[in-house]
């Protein structure tokens, strides 16, 4: 199918250039001021992780401002709220315990880029302090960081991703309840009934 492949990095260099010395430098290895209250006021992160093979998962996280904990300046733990118990990127950190987080916040083009090591993690006072809803989490993902640094909002613009008119229409794509309903063909249920029970499993789960 490809007929032109890069295949070192020299050959990206050619292409592409070296970063600026701005670029190089903003790469640090502890969560600053800057960081802990980017992390503060981010609702939803992005979590990407590989197995033993080099196969990836990146899985989503949110709740409210600040469910995300910084411990100390190169720690930080994210509650594992309620999902689909696929486990993917849990069952990934057993064999490699390498991760990329990307944290947003809405409204803002950037984002804040961290990288490390993570553990599955029971402590019980640890998680006791990660409850929401008067519920705690049965884990979380305990985070060493080994470099973190913001990325520059030129995705976003290109994207005009917080530009509401440029969003497409509620409707313009299939809702989940339906694509699932298309790819898993539940017997003895109509789409209706697929649909609110989609729905109210989703609201009895969240927590």
Known sequence: MWTHVVTSEQDLRDLLGSPSERAVKKDIAVLDAHCRAFI?????????????????????????????????????????????????GMRNLLQ?????????????????????RAWIVRDAPLLASLVARGRAPLLAIGVEVEECFFHCPKAFRRAELWEPARWPARDALPSMARVLYDQVRPEGKTLEEYQRESEEGLKRTLY
């Open 40 to 88: 503060a006021g981010s609702p939803f992160l992005l979590l990407a992780s590989s197995n033993a093979r080099g196969q990836c998962d990146v899985s989503p996280k949110g709740d409210a401002p600040g469910f995300v904990r910084v411990l100390d300046d190169r720690h930080l733990v994210v509650p594992d709220r309620p999902g689909n118990r696929r486990l993917d």
């Open 96 to 116: 490699n315990p390498h991760v990329g987080m990307i944290f947003l916040i809405p409204g803002r083009e950037e984002t804040l880029r961290v990288n490390g």
